[in-house]
């Protein structure tokens, strides 16, 4: 295991990135908010705005950005934060769904608007989510995912389908046989994006501490340690490190991983044929994401090591040599001719759920509520969340209050080692799925692989 370099989102943000007080004696606020990313800092951001009276704080077990948010692959996309079959068969149904799709069309331009209306600096490009198919089973995989994306409410000028030669004038991947292709998706610097929030909230007047963990919630009032923080409402903001708070069987922490390649000159763009701001994927089962960065790199995540016994965080977990060359492999594989260096390798965790959903909800009778278990589609997910968080709060009788995510409520996690069993072997099987379909030049996915996805939930 190699140590974990600073994210590259960690660099080139000084100017933004700031110590704040932990909390020292016992207070009291109108809402504490528990955890300082995404999810919780937009929290704060539209209940300050919405209620401005409000005394708001927000705590922090390390510092502002530290989890995922401050980690991600920038990515600020339309990809609805879960499994749609699985909202689609909740209460809500079809229209649920339907709306919860255009609701993450919107929090992409949402969170586009805010950063310009505040004048934050994110380096953000609209250009689009371009995801790639190696192979025949991975086309066969994108029409049914267009086809799903068209039932969901997207419209076909929002998504295409790409041939090979379309794929080739956005990015040049070799090998690809075609894509796919929505609009709705911004390349962000993830951590330009979470310490400028925090600033935002915290001129409106939130009080940000870090450092200050929070052990124990109940009605009315929150601990970290020995000390109290009487609130009247508590909002639980903290994703893959929820397990303590809302049970280790409620939503475990998947680690996933990520390289920033050295700063490429023009040439190599040039073979690369990426010249705009697309964030693309691929089918693979083990699939990646990328995005070119704002200052000439490539930034590319995978899931690695995924998953630790016990749902237990390791933060020492840096990346490890083999995933990070399986992403530089893969780069070469896509991009052959340039060669690619590892610059920066981190890796973070993000929160699933046993069906892959995510969660809304807001109890009015303890006043505690919790968003959590985005799957890795939290960049937008965590602002729309958001806002729902506080319209439930703040007893408003908006269209979110009645997405599916409300109350969703999904299964539980097996219990160990059953847990720990069954997210390996989903992976060593997705792994292997991916080797077949490429060897066997499959037309359709495998076996291999429809088994793995009805293991870990992910095909009803
Ligand atoms: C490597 C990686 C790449 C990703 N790429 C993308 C992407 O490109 N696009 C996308 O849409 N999504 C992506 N995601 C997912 C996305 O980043 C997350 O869904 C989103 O950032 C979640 O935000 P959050 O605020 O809910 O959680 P987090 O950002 O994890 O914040 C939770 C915070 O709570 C704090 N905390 C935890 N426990 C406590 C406690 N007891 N007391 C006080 N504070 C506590 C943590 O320290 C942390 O700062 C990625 C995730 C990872 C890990």
Same mark, same amino acid.
């Given at each position: 295991?190699?140590?974990? !370099?600073?994210?590259?989102?960690?660099?080139?943000?000084?100017?933004?990135?700031?110590?704040?007080?932990?909390?020292?004696?016992?207070?009291?606020?109108?809402?504490?908010?528990?955890?300082?990313?995404?999810?919780?800092?937009?929290?704060?951001?539209?209940?300050?705005?919405?209620?401005?009276?409000?005394?708001?704080?927000?705590?922090?077990?390390?510092?502002?950005?530290?989890?995922?948010?401050?980690?991600?692959?920038?990515?600020?996309?339309?990809?609805?934060?879960?499994?749609?079959?699985?909202?689609?068969?909740?209460? @809500?149904?079809?229209?649920?769904?339907? @709306?919860?799709?255009?609701?993450?069309?919107?929090?992409?331009?949402?969170?586009?608007?805010?950063?310009?209306?505040?004048?934050?600096?994110?380096?953000?490009?609209?250009?689009?989510?371009?995801?790639?198919?190696? +192979? &025949?089973?991975?086309?066969?995989?994108?029409?049914?995912?267009?086809?799903?994306?068209? =039932?969901?409410?997207?419209?076909?000028?929002?998504? @295409?389908?790409?041939?090979?030669?379309?794929?080739?004038?956005?990015?040049?991947?070799?090998?690809?046989?075609?894509?796919?292709?929505?609009?709705?998706?911004?390349?962000?610097?993830?951590?330009?994006?979470? =310490?400028?929030?925090?600033?935002?909230?915290?001129?409106?007047?939130? =009080?940000?501490?870090? /450092?200050?963990?929070? !052990?124990?919630?109940?009605?009315?009032?929150?601990?970290?340690?020995?000390?109290?923080?009487?609130?009247?409402?508590?909002?639980?903001?903290? &994703?893959?490190?929820?397990?303590?708070?809302?049970? =280790?069987? +409620?939503?475990?922490?998947?680690?996933?991983?990520?390289?920033?390649?050295?700063?490429?000159?023009?040439?190599?763009?040039?073979?690369?044929?990426?010249?705009?701001? &697309?964030?693309?994927?691929?089918?693979?089962?083990?699939?990646?994401?990328?995005? /070119?960065?704002?200052?000439?790199?490539?930034?590319?995540?995978?899931?690695?090591?995924?998953?630790?016994?016990?749902?237990?965080?390791?933060?020492?977990?840096?990346?490890?040599?083999?995933?990070?060359?399986?992403?530089?492999?893969?780069?070469?594989?896509?991009?052959?001719?340039?060669?690619?260096?590892?610059?920066?390798?981190?890796?973070?965790?993000?929160?699933?759920?046993?069906?892959?959903?995510?969660?809304?909800?807001?109890?009015?009778?303890?006043?505690?509520?919790?968003?959590?278990?985005?799957?890795?589609?939290?960049?937008?997910?965590?602002?729309?969340?958001?806002?729902?968080?506080?319209?439930?709060?703040?007893?408003?009788?908006?269209?979110?209050?009645?997405?599916?995510?409300?109350?969703?409520?999904?299964?539980?996690?097996?219990?160990?080692?059953?847990?720990?069993?069954?997210?390996? !072997?989903?992976?060593?099987?997705?792994?292997?799925?991916?080797? /077949?379909?490429?060897?066997?030049?499959?037309?359709?996915?495998?076996?291999?692989?429809?088994?793995?996805?009805?293991?870990?939930?992910?095909?009803?």
């Amino acid at each position: 295991m190699t140590a974990q !370099t600073p994210s590259l989102w960690d660099t080139g943000v000084e100017q933004w990135t700031k110590v704040r007080p932990a909390l020292g004696s016992d207070i009291s606020c109108d809402v504490l908010v528990v955890g300082a990313g995404y999810t919780g800092l937009w929290t704060a951001y539209y209940l300050s705005e919405l209620a401005p009276h409000l005394d708001i704080v927000v705590a922090e077990a390390e510092r502002v950005g530290y989890g995922a948010s401050g980690r991600n692959g920038g990515w600020l996309s339309y990809l609805v934060p879960g499994n749609r079959q699985v909202y689609e068969k909740g209460p @809500r149904g079809h229209e649920g769904l339907v @709306r919860l799709q255009r609701q993450m069309v919107d929090a992409v331009d949402e969170v586009l608007d805010v950063a310009d209306r505040s004048g934050l600096a994110i380096d953000a490009r609209k250009g689009g989510n371009l995801v790639v198919a190696p +192979n &025949e089973a991975g086309m066969a995989r994108l029409r049914l995912r267009y086809a799903a994306d068209l =039932r969901a409410g997207m419209a076909t000028d929002e998504v @295409r389908m790409l041939t090979a030669a379309e794929v080739a004038e956005r990015v040049d991947v070799a090998g690809a046989v075609g894509g796919l292709y929505a609009e709705a998706c911004a390349r962000i610097h993830p951590g330009k994006l979470v =310490r400028q929030l925090a600033d935002l909230v915290e001129s409106r007047g939130v =009080r940000i501490f870090e /450092r200050t963990r929070i !052990t124990d919630v109940e009605e009315g009032v929150a601990r970290s340690h020995h000390l109290r923080v009487q609130a009247g409402s508590t909002l639980i903001c903290t &994703e893959g490190f929820s397990g303590p708070l809302l049970g =280790r069987r +409620n939503v475990i922490p998947i680690r996933s991983t990520m390289i920033a390649t050295q700063q490429l000159g023009d040439a190599d763009w040039e073979r690369i044929g990426w010249q705009e701001a &697309e964030c693309l994927s691929d089918t693979s089962h083990t699939f990646i994401y990328a995005q /070119r960065t704002a200052d000439g790199r490539i930034a590319v995540g995978g899931r690695g090591k995924p998953y630790e016994f016990g749902s237990r965080i390791d933060e020492r977990q840096g990346c490890h040599p083999q995933v990070e060359q399986a992403l530089l492999d893969r780069l070469t594989q896509y991009f052959p001719g340039v060669r690619f260096r590892a610059d920066h390798a981190w890796s973070g965790v993000l929160g699933v759920s046993r069906d892959w959903c995510a969660s809304v909800r807001y109890d009015r009778a303890s006043s505690v509520g919790s968003s959590v278990g985005y799957a890795g589609h939290g960049v937008a997910a965590a602002n729309l969340a958001a806002r729902t968080l506080v319209d439930l709060v703040l007893g408003r009788d908006t269209e979110r209050v009645a997405l599916p995510l409300v109350d969703h409520r999904p299964p539980r996690w097996e219990p160990e080692p059953i847990r720990w069993v069954g997210v390996q !072997t989903m992976y060593r099987l997705f792994r292997t799925a991916d080797a /077949r379909e490429e060897k066997r030049g499959a037309t359709s996915t495998s076996l291999i692989a429809r088994a793995a996805g009805k293991l870990a939930g992910l095909s009803p």
